[in-house]
């Protein structure tokens, strides 16, 4: 017991008696500047125009260099459909998106918007069980796509990703800084 005590008593003793550390070195050198936007994140917003044809296979495809647009393996890419538009703001239509996939039932039967992406390009196809061909224009035609390229941290963030407002809101994008693209089919 005694030798306890006195091996209990060296220690805090020796480690009572540590000095404070010493005077702070010279300042290091400045890092890489970050990335601009909003805590360094960087996203991109792209309206594509185009029509869906039996001559495209019912399919548009958009290469992210063709777009001058740089994507990282980790960033998420999500595809709205432009659905319509609801009143105005500041002189402006609101205009209302919907998330891909997005489905519609028929008389002639499903017809149903959806998409693929690599970082290389997004492939936005007619899927269903309806006849592409007898579809009303009003699905085919002059159809408003918006590609949001996202950060996969921002889109971890909470942010309600269904909600093109609220994805524009949370990378502070504004109307005027959505690329606008068009397929000539």
Do not use: H, W
């Not at 499903?110 to 290389?120: E, K, R, S, V």
């Not at 390009?121 to 007619?126: C, E, P, S, T, Y």
């Amino acid at each position: 017991m005694k030798k306890l005590f006195t091996l209990l008593f060296c220690s805090a003793f020796v480690l009572s008696s540590c000095s404070s550390d010493g005077p702070a070195g010279p300042q290091g050198p400045p890092g890489p500047e970050g990335p601009q936007g909003e805590n360094g994140l960087i996203a991109t917003v792209i309206d594509l125009e185009g029509s869906f044809t039996a001559a495209n296979n019912y399919e548009l495809f958009l290469d992210f260099n063709d777009a001058n647009v740089e994507v990282f393996e980790t960033d998420v890419v999500l595809v709205y459909l432009k659905v319509g538009e609801d009143g105005t703001a500041g002189g402006a239509p609101v205009e209302v998106f919907r998330m891909l996939p997005q489905t519609y039932f028929l008389d002639g039967g499903a017809l149903q918007y959806n998409f693929d992406y690599t970082f290389f390009d997004v492939l936005i196809f007619l899927d269903g069980t309806i006849d592409f061909a007898t579809l009303d224009p009003s699905y085919t035609q002059n159809q408003v796509l918006r590609i949001a390229i996202i950060p996969g941290e921002f889109a971890t963030s909470g942010v309600d990703l269904s909600n093109m407002n609220a994805v524009m809101k949370g990378l502070n994008l504004e109307p005027n800084d959505v690329i606008k693209a068009s397929l000539d089919n």
